[in-house]
Every structure is written in structure tokens, then in C-alpha cells.
């Protein structure tokens, strides 16, 4: 290695073909390292590998084997990745050369130079000649070459300093003249020569030497020698004679000339707030990395603004101790990322270890392999901010363990390997406040909390917005947080109020858009303009207009930088994606500036085909599953841009992905409303209405139609009129019944004026359903009896069995029970015949009340269970609860009082949650009921005091009638005669008012 490459075996020397060599070669540079195919093949063929060149090395390395005398492998081993050259330190001459010199070296530093003189000698003499005089200089060679070429300069002075500490300065002139003449540019050479020259009596001479020396540096390079070479000129001005204490003013090899390691790191900022986690687990990765394989790296990543170099500095600054061969920094983000600009980074980078720029090699990859080489006996710490690819770091970073590299970047930086990452998300609201109180101090936020919320949050959690946010109202003291956070609102104007001095939340987003391939950065403005928080990983297909799997290459574009954010789900959940905040406002910013890239109509076109796809996906899951939804008209056949994957899992589930999808439907409705797109926003609307009725989700449906309302009273479109029918279900199931009448009266003139005779239907038995819970008999009786005519007439069974389900309760309300009976029969046979599940689960609840009312509790409770069962199928949870609150009561009526207050507690909290008033309070009476049958009678009357209440607030005299009755029973149990008959008396009244026989009972 230290000459030619010669292999010797046995006192005889084994002759290498040119290709052996250079493979033999480059796996010494590497010994006992792993050293990839793809390595060796770059190393012997450059960028022109040869299509078989996995064969060619195996071929390679048998024959090299047979000439090292190693065919079973022992010594080049074949690893998984590649192959790895194990020699024994004595049996190569570079590693005995670097023991000899450091054994020297140690002698020296000892005191005793006599002994360093031998072992340095020694290590000198085993040179033949350049270092791989013969391979050709590939990367890898020529850092190597480099490496021990530096090290032999290094060894040299040492034995020159050896030489004048044994005071044979007159006898080294002339080697020393020869080693200036050829590196004119080492100091410590020129100084020793000066020193021997001073101490032959040359004083003369030795100021010469410095003056040539100086002309030189400043000719070569524009700088005067260091502070060492200096000082010995100094003395030998003064002295004329430099005594042996002035080999110390020389540095020592590696050393700085000021004798302390650089230190290249920005001020780390005092007010990082809300990072403890990840300051550790950083800290954790980089500490103690000196038994890795190879260099600790880490890579901070994390959408613009989120704190990732504060974060870095921080970290890097409290790692100083642990890298104490030097800290180097270089904000990538202020170079360009091209050869020649790495190749000056790589420049700097080395003249901080020691190495003249002017000694340099010209090329970036011949620079890297030189850095790396300077790094293998040192620890630094290398800080690489706002990394915007992995061409920018690669090169730069260390390749032997000890040191490690800290990297920042908006990108995941994918391609570098074996790295650690640590994701930067937005603050909590917490420490987003707590930040802004470093900033402006504790007093101003503690004097307007919610102010600083609201600030917090319009900067969407973002340190860099909070800082911008805190120095504009540091520069204002006399300014309210609630005015700041007023000017912050409107998103037109929030970006241009995110810039203090050079700090730009805009700019620094641009930055990360600049990078991006056109259909990435038009996926980007589409999602913002879109605004909606949750979205599907399918979205970006029909945005686009994409099939799915050739859209996820623009949603991973924007994954990987981290201008769009994974939302948490369950391993087996498909995955979920969202816009980061002032991303969003961002894009929003730049369609109200006419900046986007994406026109308004372009836009329009793509949120027509996302609802499209959605009114697919409804039909497909209503063709194949039972859910309670309806079946969207004119939205026959697949989901267009969803794969068939896709589709599959969807109704692996349908009902979680509803849920899943719910408020993202929602959000979409409106933005389709808004665009004027009429139809589509109408018919996801009234296909989701029966399933927000059966989730109980009330607040969603009444965003979705309300938009879906004006959207088509806007264009007078014939959808309207069952936007307005499930608007009067809506308002029957909010317990708002004279509203509901007026939404289904319009509905019924909207369904006249079409002559939609099956939505008139539909509208008749939503007021008869809303009569009868009223008390107007008569007139839920004539509207369910035209409901079920017109029905009839289309042959719409499921509409029929659906009016004679709320026909016979009013029969069974008013204690026809048999006439009730033979009609829900009849009902049942038409959902079942129509495959109509909601009227199945509602006719068997009916049933069961049937059977109650009868007595019967074993086959009441059959029939609540059946009904239980059809309503978890199709996801019915409102009607499902229903059946099981009448099954806590049946257990009341049985006397199992664990079951029944389980039962109707759950039932109870169900209720409150969907804010379902009749529910409460059929709930709270059978609490009642279960409390006097326990004799729990203070308990009883709480909760039938709190029914009634409820009763009278909807207007519902059947079952204020009812409730009457148990309150009668319980004042009775208490003895108070007076307080039982007027309750008696007040539910006697209002059945005579509607109709009913006075004397039913509870």
C-alpha cells in the first residue's frame, strides 16, 4: 500500500492483473469493512458499470482469492451486502507504518526524543513510493492516498522535531529545505526549518525563510502565517537563539493553530418551549455513539415553521462536551445544491480540520473522500440546516464512527441511509401560549388568555409564527392581543402579518412549494382551496383526475415534505391525511391573490368528481350491504378514479367508513353547495340523511341539508323537495315537531308540483308519524292512510310497510291491540318481502310494545331483541337504543333491578348524547318505574319529576298521559291521596282531549 500494491506470500510476491488490483485496493482502503457491489462497481468502472457487473465482481473475487492463497474465503468473506477483507494488523504495511509513527509520536510527547527518533525512522522507511503508486485513482483510493500521504508529512515533522530535540539541526537542514521546497505551504515545516537555521547560527537565513514563507501565504492564499510560526519569528528576532521550550510554539498535528476546536454553531434561542421529548430522545441518539458501526445521523424533519433548526442548535449546543474535536455548521438552505457548490462547503469544511485550500483536490467527490478521511481519528459534531435533498448532505456527511451529523430539513430525506428521524408536529395549545408569554411576557397573556389562545391557534401552534407573532407585539406594548389576534383572522391578510424583519412564515412555505413537480404543487393548492381537515389517501385521484394508485405519487411528494400531515388511526385503518394549517392559508392566500396554479373552474371540475365518487361509493355500498342510507339517483357503477383494493376494504366495513368519513362528507357538501354544484351537494345530502338519523348525528345533518337547502332553492332543482322531507325528520327526531310539520308541508308542495308520488308518500307519513306523536289522531291517521295508498300504487312496499307500522301505533296507543297486531304483521311481511330493514327493526319493536301492553314480557322481550339485532346490522344506533331501553324496562317489570338500571342508565347517557329529548324521557320514566318497584320512592319521584319535564317541553301528551300514571302511583306509595288523584285526573284530561280510553294505565 505505502508504494506500488505488492501481495506477498511465503517470501514470494504473487503478481495482480489491473482489475485485481484495483478491487484488492479498494478493499484495503476499506479493510474490514463491509464494502457494497454497487461500491466496488463505481469504484472500478466509474458511472459506466457493465450491465453483468454483479457476475464480473463475484468473478473478481474468486480469483482474487486464489491469489491471496484464501479459497475457502476466511480472509475476504462474503457478507450479505457486499465483501469485507479481513487481514491481521501485521499483515499490512500501512497498518504497521501508523502504529510505528504513533508510538513515536507518544515517545516524543513523552520526552523522549531519542526513542521517537527509532520508531519514526522505522515507520518512514517502510515507504516505496506514493501511496497505491500504480492503482488508478478512483474516490476511494484517492481519499486513502490522501489520508496516509497527510500522515506521512505528519510523521515526518515529528521526526524533525525528534531530530532538533537531539540537537541535530545541522545535520536536517538540507532534508528540511528539499520538504519545504515541496510543500511550501506547511507552516510547521518552514518553522522547523527556521528553528534549525536559528540554532546553526543562521539567524539570517531563518528570518529569510519566514519572509518567503509569508510572501507566499499571502500570494497563494491572502492570509499571514499563523499565530505559531509568528511567534517563533518573533523570538528569533529577539533571541536570535530559540531554545528547546520552542518546538512547543509549533502546533501539533490535527491541532488548531489557536489550540482550540472551531465552534461554528448560531446562538441557540432561549425561549424553545414544548420540545423536553424530542430534545431527548435526540440528545439519546447522538451521546454515546462510539460503539456504532459508523456515524450517528440524525435527521429533524418537519413541516415550515415548525422549530426544527432552533430545536438542532439547542441540541448541538448541549452536545459540545461529547464532540470536542469541533462543532461545523452550514445552512444549506442560504447555498445552492449543485457539485461545485458542495465542493466549496467541503473546502471550508477542511480548512477547519487543517488542510490549506490550496492542497486541496479539485473535484467534490475527491473532497468528500478527504473529509471523511480527516474525520477517522476525530469527533465532531456536524449541524447541516434546512437540507433540501439528499444530494445536499450526502457527500458531506462523516463516514467513520465517532462523529456524527445533525441534519434539518423540511424533507424526510428518504434516501439517506441509516439515519434516525425525529418529526417535529405543531405545539400544543400550552406551550404555544407558554411561548408567546416568553416572548411579551407573562403579564400580557395572563391579562388576556383567551386573546392569546386565539393568536395561538390563528398561527397554527407554529414556533415560527409564534415568534414572528410575539415580536410584532414585543414592538407594540401599547397593542391588545385581542386587536393582534383581529388582524390575524381574516386569511387575505394573516400571511402578511406573519413577517417581522427577515423572518417570513410565507416565505418560508414558498420555499418548500419551489421544490415540488407541478402535479404535486397543483394537488397542494387543491387541497387548500378545498379546505377540509380530514381527508381519505384516495382524495388526491379524483382531485386530479387520476386513477388512485398513480395519485399516491403526488400524495407521497407532499408526505415526504411535509406540506401535508398523516392523521393518527388504528393499525388496520385505511390511512387519513390533513392540510397543516398555514398551509392551508397559504394556498387560500395565493387563489385570492390570482396566484394559484389552479384556476377557480379547474377547482370546480375537481370537487365535482370527489362528489362524484363519494355518490358512487354510497350506491355501491347500498347495492351490497343493508346500511341505513339511500340509494343516490343516477349514480349507477363504481367509484370512477377509486382502485378495486379501495372499494374492497370499504365494504369490508361500510359502517365504519361512514363514520370514518362523516364529518369529511359534511365539510364537502358545503364546499359543493358554495360552488354552485347543485345536484351533486343535494344527493349526498338526502343519501346520508338516514344515516345521520340512525347515528344520531344531528348536527351533521342539519349542516349538510341546510347547505344542501339553499343550494337548491338557489337553482330551483327538483332535489328540493327531499331536502326539505329529511329536514322534518330531522327536526321529528330533535323533538321540534311544529317545525318539522312545516318542512314536511313544503316538501309535500315541492313533491305535488314535480309529481313525485313517491316522495309525497314519503312526506305524508312524516306527518302522520309527527301528528301521532302530537296527539292528532285524526290526522296521522289521514295522512298515513294516503302515505300508504300512494305507495301502494307504485308498488313501493317498503313506504307501505312504513305507514301501517305508524298506523298501528296509533291503534295500540289508543288499546287496540289485536288491530295493532294484525297490522304490524302485515307490515313486517311487506319489509321483509321489499328487504326494507329499518321497517323490519321498527315493526318488531312495535311488536314487542304490542306484547308488552298484553302482558306478555318473555315474548315482548323477543321481539326488542330481534329488533336490536336487525338495527346493530344496519347501524342503527338511535333505533337500536330504542329496542334496549324497552328491554331495561321489561327487566324493571321483572324485578331484576341490576339488568334494568345497567340497562336504562346506558340507554339514558345514549340519549343525552344525541341530545334526543323523547328518548330522555321515556328513559327517565322507566327509571321511575324501576324505583318504585324497589321502593326507592325519592329516587322514583326525581326521575319522574324530570320526565314530566320533559314531556311538557315537546308537547307530547300520550306519554305525558302516561308518566302521570306512574307519578299517581308513586304519590299513592307515599301516602298522599291528594297529589295521586290529581295526577289521575290530569292524565284522565288529556286523553279525553286526544281521544284515547281514560283508563289506561302504566
Known amino acids: 500500500m505505502l508504494g506500488p500494491l505488492e501481495v506477498w506470500a511465503h517470501n514470494a510476491r504473487t503478481p495482480l492483473a489491473g482489475r485485481w488490483r484495483a478491487l484488492l485496493a479498494v478493499l484495503l482502503a476499506n479493510a474490514d469493512r463491509t464494502v457494497s457491489v454497487d461500491r466496488l462497481l463505481y469504484e472500478l468502472y466509474g458511472e459506466q458499470s ?38 491481521d494488523a501485521d499483515e499490512m504495511d500501512a497498518v504497521l507504518f501508523e502504529r510505528l509513527a504513533l508510538q513515536g509520536r507518544q515517545a516524543l510527547h513523552a520526552g523522549l526524543p531519542d526513542t521517537a527518533a527509532g520508531f519514526l525512522h522505522d515507520a518512514l522507511a517502510m515507504w516505496r513510493g506514493p501511496a497505491f503508486a500504480d492503482v488508478p485513482h478512483s474516490a476511494a483510493i484517492q481519499a486513502a492516498s490522501l489520508r496516509l ?46 528553528l534549525a537555521l536559528a540554532r546553526d547560527g543562521r539567524r539570517a537565513d531563518a528570518l529569510a525563510e519566514y519572509v518567503a514563507g509569508r510572501r507566499i501565504l499571502i500570494d497563494e492564499l491572502g492570509v499571514e502565517p499563523g499565530s505559531a510560526m509568528q511567534a517563533l519569528h518573533a523570538e528569533i528576532l529577539s533571541n536570535g537563539l530559540p531554545g528547546r521550550q520552542s518546538l512547543h510554539v509549533l502546533p501539533a498535528h490535527g491541532e488548531e493553530p489557536a489550540g482550540r476546536p472551531p465552534c461554528q454553531l448560531p446562538r441557540a434561542v432561549p425561549d424553545l418551549v414544548g420540545r423536553d421529548a424530542e430534545t431527548q430522545g435526540v440528545l439519546q441518539l447522538l451521546t454515546g455513539c462510539t ?95 434546512n437540507a433540501s435533498n439528499e444530494q445536499q448532505v450526502r457527500l458531506l456527511l462523516p463516514g467513520t464512527p465517532g462523529s456524527a451529523a445533525l441534519i434539518t430539513s423540511r424533507s424526510y430525506l428518504t434516501g ?51 415568534r414572528i407573532a410575539g415580536a410584532r407585539l414585543a414592538m407594540h406594548p401599547e397593542q391588545t392581543l385581542a386587536r ?19 423572518l417570513n412564515l410565507r416565505e418560508a412555505i414558498r420555499l418548500s412549494e419551489v421544490d415540488c413537480d407541478s402535479r404535486a404543487t397543483r394537488a397542494l393548492h387543491h387541497l387548500a382551496m378545498l379546505d377540509i381537515a380530514d381527508l381519505p389517501e384516495w382524495t388526491l385521484g379524483p382531485m386530479l383526475d387520476l386513477p388512485e394508485e398513480a395519485s399516491y405519487e403526488a400524495l407521497d411528494y407532499l408526505l415526504e415534505r411535509n406540506l401535508l400531515s398523516a392523521r393518527p388511526v388504528g393499525v388496520s385503518e385505511p390511512a387519513r391525511y390533513r392540510l397543516p394549517e398555514l398551509i392551508a392559508v397559504y394556498g387560500r392566500d395565493r387563489y385570492e391573490k390570482s396566484r394559484t396554479p389552479v384556476s377557480a373552474e379547474e377547482h370546480r371540475a375537481a370537487l365535482r368528481r370527489l362528489c362524484v365518487n363519494y355518490l358512487a361509493l354510497i350506491h355501491t355500498i347500498k347495492q351490497r350491504s343493508s346500511m341505513s342510507i339511500e340509494p343516490p339517483a343516477g349514480h349507477a357503477g363504481p367509484p370512477p378514479h377509486l382502485s378495486e383494493r379501495s372499494v374492497n376494504a370499504i365494504l369490508a366495513d361500510p359502517h365504519a367508513w361512514l363514520e370514518a368519513e362523516r364529518s369529511t362528507v359534511v365539510d364537502l357538501i358545503e364546499r359543493a353547495g358554495a360552488a354552485g354544484l347543485t345536484e351533486e351537494t343535494v344527493r349526498l345530502a338526502v343519501s346520508l340523511g338516514p344515516h345521520f338519523e340512525a347515528g344520531g348525528h344531528l348536527d351533521d345533518w342539519r349542516r349538510s341539508h341546510e347547505a344542501a337547502l339553499r343550494a337548491a332553492q338557489a337553482d330551483d332543482v327538483p332535489g328540493v323537495g327531499a331536502v326539505l322531507r ?56 289521514r295522512h298515513l292512510r294516503l302515505s300508504a295508498r300512494l305507495a301502494g300504487t307504485d308498488e313501493r312496499w317498503a313506504a307501505v310497510a312504513y305507514a301501517k307500522v305508524q298506523i298501528s301505533a296509533i291503534h295500540l296507543e289508543h288499546g287496540n291491540h289485536a288491530v295493532a297486531r294484525r297490522h304490524l304483521q302485515g307490515a313486517l311481511a311487506m319489509a321483509d318481502r ?80 344525541a341530545r334526543q329529548i323523547f328518548g330522555q324521557a321515556i328513559t327517565l320514566r322507566s327509571l321511575g318505574v324501576l324505583d318504585l318497584r324497589a321502593g326507592r320512592l325519592d329516587q322514583s319521584l326525581t326521575h319522574v319529576r324530570e320526565a314530566m319535564g320533559l314531556w311538557e317541553q315537546i308537547d307530547s301528551p300520550f306519554w305525558t298521559a302516561r308518566t302521570l300514571d306512574v307519578l299517581a302511583q308513586l304519590h299513592a306509595r307515599r301516602a298522599d291521596s291528594h297529589r295521586a288523584a290529581s295526577c289521575a285526573q290530569r292524565a284522565s284530561r288529556l286523553r279525553v282531549r286526544i281521544g284515547i280510553p281514560t283508563n289506561m294505565g302504566s
Not at 445521523?297 to 462536551?321: D, E, F, M
Not at 400544543?428 to 401560549?433: G, I, P, Q, S, W
Not at 383581529?486 to 400571511?495: E, F, K, N
Open 291 to 385: 460503539t456504532q458501526d459508523g456515524p450517528a445521523v440524525v435527521v429533524i424533519t418537519g413541516q415550515p415553521g415548525v422549530g426544527k433548526s432552533a430545536l438542532a442548535i439547542q441540541v448541538a449546543h448541549r452536545l459540545r462536551p461529547e464532540y470536542h474535536d469541533g462543532q461545523f455548521y452550514i445552512d444549506l438552505g442560504a447555498t445552492a445544491s449543485g457539485p461545485e457548490h458542495l465542493s466549496d462547503l467541503l473546502a471550508g469544511l477542511l480548512s477547519g480540520v487543517g488542510y490549506p485550500p490550496a492542497h486541496l483536490p479539485e473535484g467534490a467527490a475527491q473532497r468528500a473522500a478527504l473529509w471523511r478521511a480527516a474525520l477517522a481519528d476525530r469527533r465532531i459534531l456536524l449541524l447541516l440546516d
Open 726 to 781: 329529511q329536514l322534518g325528520e330531522l327536526h321529528t327526531v330533535a323533538d321540534r315537531y311544529p317545525t318539522a310539520i312545516e318542512y314536511f308541508d313544503t316538501a309535500l308542495a315541492a313533491f305535488r308540483g314535480t309529481g313525485d308520488r313517491v316522495g309525497e308518500a314519503a312526506a305524508q307519513s312524516g306527518l302522520g308519524y309527527v301528528y301521532r306523536l302530537q296527539g292528532h289522531y285524526d290526522d296521522a291517521l
Open 484 to 502: 393582534f389576534a383581529t388582524t390575524l383572522r381574516p386569511v387575505g391578510q394573516r400571511l402578511d402579518q406573519l413577517i417581522a424583519g427577515d
Open 149 to 194: 500521504e497527510e500522515l506521512r508529512l505528519a510523521t515526518w515533522e515529528e521526526w524533525a522535531d525528534a531530530q532538533l530535540a537531539l540537537g541535530h539541526h545541522t545535520e536536517i537542514i538540507g532534508e528540511l529545505r528539499l520538504a519545504v521546497l515541496e510543500q511550501p505551504l506547511r507552516e510547521r515545516l518552514r518553522s522547523q526549518l527556521m
Open 834 to 913: 321489499s328487504n326494507f330493514t329499518p321497517g323490519i327493526a321498527a315493526a318488531q319493536r312495535c311488536l314487542g310494545l304490542t306484547e308488552l301492553a298484553a302482558g306478555d314480557l318473555t315474548r315482548a322481550e323477543e321481539h326488542f331483541r330481534t329488533s336490536m339485532e336487525v338495527c346493530a346490522d344496519i347501524g342503527d344506533q338511535l333505533s337500536r337504543n330504542h329496542g334496549r331501553q324497552w328491554l331495561g324496562y321489561v327487566a324493571a317489570l321483572r324485578g331484576d333491578q341490576r339488568l334494568a338500571a345497567e340497562t336504562l342508565h346506558e340507554c339514558l347517557a345514549q340519549y343525552q348524547g
Open 416 to 466: 439517506v441511509e441509516a439515519v434516525h428521524r425525529q418529526r417535529l408536529t405543531e405545539l400544543t395549545d400550552a406551550t404555544a401560549v407558554e411561548m408567546l408569554a416568553r416572548i411579551i411576557g407573562e403579564e400580557r397573556v395572563g391579562a388576556e388568555p383567551e386573546a392569546a389562545v386565539d393568536i395561538a391557534l390563528l398561527c397554527g401552534f407554529l414556533p415560527l409564527a409564534l
Open 50 to 87: 457493465p450491465r453483468s457487473g454483479g457476475k464480473l465482481i463475484q468473478v473478481y473475487v474468486s480469483k482474487l482469492r486464489r491469489a491471496l492463497g484464501d479459497a475457502d474465503g476466511r480472509s475476504l468473506v462474503t457478507q450479505p451486502a457486499g465483501y469485507r477483507l479481513r487481514l
